[in-house]
Nanobody, 116 residues
Framework: QVQLVESGGGLVQAGGSLRLSCAAS????????MGWYRQVPGKQRELVAR????????YADSVKGRFTISRDNNAKNTVYLQMNSLKPEDTAVYYC?????????WGQGTQVTVSS
C-alpha cells in the first residue's frame, strides 16, 4: 500500500507564495500520474494540477500562470506544487494524489489559507 506524505501548507497573505511537497512511501516505476486536488467544505474535490511520470502537466484554468507542478522521479516520486500570487479563493485543503494501475492513492491533506 503506497502512502503519500504531504508538507508545506499554512497561512499566507494574498499575493504570497507557498510550496507544497508530496513524497510516495516507495519507488514507483510504472506509468503513473501524480497531482494535487483541493476541497473546501460543501464542495466537491477539484483538480488543481497533475503531471505524469512521462509527459506534460495540465492545470485547472483557475491556477494557470500562478501555480507550477513539478516532480522528481528519482526521489520516491516526489511531486511539488509551487503556488504564487495566491488569492483568498485558493483557500482549501490540498490533497496529493497518485493514480497508478487504475487505483487512486490520497495523502492526508494539508490546509492552505490565504488571507485578504
Amino acid at each position: 500500500q503506497v502512502q503519500l506524505v504531504e508538507s508545506g501548507g499554512g497561512l499566507v497573505q494574498a499575493g504570497g507564495s507557498l510550496r507544497l511537497s508530496c513524497a510516495a512511501s516507495e519507488d514507483i516505476f510504472s506509468l503513473n500520474v501524480m497531482g494535487w486536488y483541493r476541497q473546501v467544505p460543501g464542495k466537491q474535490r477539484e483538480l488543481v494540477a497533475r503531471i505524469p511520470n512521462r509527459g506534460s502537466a495540465n492545470y485547472a484554468d483557475s491556477v494557470k500562470g500562478r501555480f507550477t507542478i513539478s516532480r522528481d522521479n528519482n526521489a520516491k516520486n516526489t511531486v511539488y506544487l509551487q503556488m504564487n500570487s495566491l488569492k483568498p479563493e485558493d483557500t482549501a485543503v490540498y490533497y496529493c494524489n497518485l493514480f497508478i494501475v487504475n487505483h487512486d492513492y490520497w495523502g492526508q491533506g494539508t490546509q492552505v489559507t490565504v488571507s485578504s
